[in-house]
DNA sequence: AAGGTGACAGTTT
DNA sequence: TAAACTGCCACCT
């Protein structure tokens, strides 16, 4: 994806680093946020997330959470415990929509890319 | 073309 | 210490 396609997109970039995210660690939207240089629009990622629903291949979403390690975005996902779920596969642990040990599972792309 | 929206984050009361 | 406010920037209508 060059920067000259028309079809190239803030989102894309969002998604090609979630897609990054290992199986079994999560990463925030500061994080993302500013590993792709918009410092703290980290809001644009989340609004990001919120159109990665039918992206292939898939994004995802599920291992992006807020900065508390809690699922936000989980009204997103249907069932509403599917993003939960998703999480608990992959080995971690989620307590009342909030990823434990989120310090030690947290994925930062800004030192895992260098 | 302009304004509103949004799954956050950091700062200030 | 906890709650509230503002900044942030690309996408959509």
Request: aromatic fraction near 10%.
């Amino acid at each position: 994806m060059s920067y000259s396609d028309k079809t190239y997109s803030f989102f894309e970039d969002v998604y090609a680093v979630v897609r990054l995210i290992p199986r079994g660690r999560v990463t925030s939207f500061g994080a993302i946020a500013k590993y792709l240089g918009s410092g703290g629009s980290s809001r644009m990622v989340g609004w990001a997330m919120n159109a990665a629903h039918g992206q292939h291949p898939p994004v995802p979403a599920q291992r992006v959470v807020n900065r508390a390690g809690l699922l936000t975005g989980r009204h997103h996902f249907a069932p509403s415990n599917t993003m939960q779920s998703l999480l608990e596969k992959e080995g971690l642990i989620v307590i009342e929509h909030q990823v434990q040990d989120f310090k030690k599972v947290f994925w930062d792309p800004s030192a895992a890319l260098i």
